[in-house]
């Protein structure tokens, strides 16, 4: 279905668009990074006071893997122990880092009244698949078993991302399904990629090519699957897996005018099919990356307000 872009969102690509913003698909990777890294400035909302923000390395299969734990002023305890969520930035695998989703992270662990671990996994094109997958289930595992020492309740652990950070978190939820654990919680999946296929409808689509175009998403796949025949494994394609039964709860959220939004409303629809519980909200007027944005974007800012609801009803 053609999406159109609501008043906010339009004026900010049409600021984009007059800014001359380059395409990712003209830069190199390190370009590409420092440009996304920029752009935060513009378009993040001021980052909200927690009670402590603290640096830590997660012990991981190439090496320490750097991540950030977030508590805000008022969590949510039970016996000591806070729920808490396990976040990947966004970023096509390519770019993206602990800074970049630093004021995110903040407003979840803030309006979810939990303990958000960010972590900031290896990318492409230097560490192509299936590093960053194989560090998200490291960082996973090691959260849950030093949930204790975290102040975190073991049976209380989610795992959420955008965009990118999407396509790990539901990858890191059907490793977990298939080896016995960690037993998550809930899974955050916001606008994320499911299926390098890439055939969905909304791929094609004139008015889905919003800042993510077909072309960027083809630019993000090269560096990250480099060039290897895997579109089919699910951990680079989770809605490849033969059954989405028996995981863990999901929150999703799509936008309109988004390439990945037949594919993320499909993934959705093949949860609640298994017998997930799903909560799935659409954001029509929006754009791929729009949930960062929130300085720009009132619906950004909206979203996080579900999405800490959400997790507070867990």
Known sequence: MPAKLDPDAAAVYKAFQDAGRPAYE?????EARAYYDAARLVSNPDPRELASIQS???PGPAGDI???????????QDN??????????????????????DVVCRAIADEGQLIVISVDYRLAPEHKFPAAVEDAIAATQWVADNARKLGIDPERISVGGD?????????????????GGPMLAGQVLIYPATDFAMDHPSHSEPETSVLLTHSVI???RDHYLGGAPVEQDWRASPARVETLAGLPPAFVITAGADPLRDEGDEYAR???DAGVPVTHRTYPGQFHGFFTMGKLLPKANDAVVEIGDWLKAL
């Open 56 to 58: 830590i390395a997660i």
């Open 26 to 30: 003209d830069l190199t990777a390190e």
């Open 218 to 220: 083809r630019w993000f």
């Open 66 to 76: 750097p991540a950030r734990v977030y508590t805000p002023k008022t969590l949510r």
């Open 270 to 272: 093949r949860l609640a």
């Open 163 to 179: 965009s990118a950070g999407g396509n790990l978190s539901a990858v890191v939820t059907i490793h977990a399904r298939d080896h």
């Open 80 to 101: 000591g122990l806070a729920p808490a969520l396990v976040f990947f930035h966004g970023g096509g695998w390519v770019i993206g880092n602990l800074d970049t989703h």
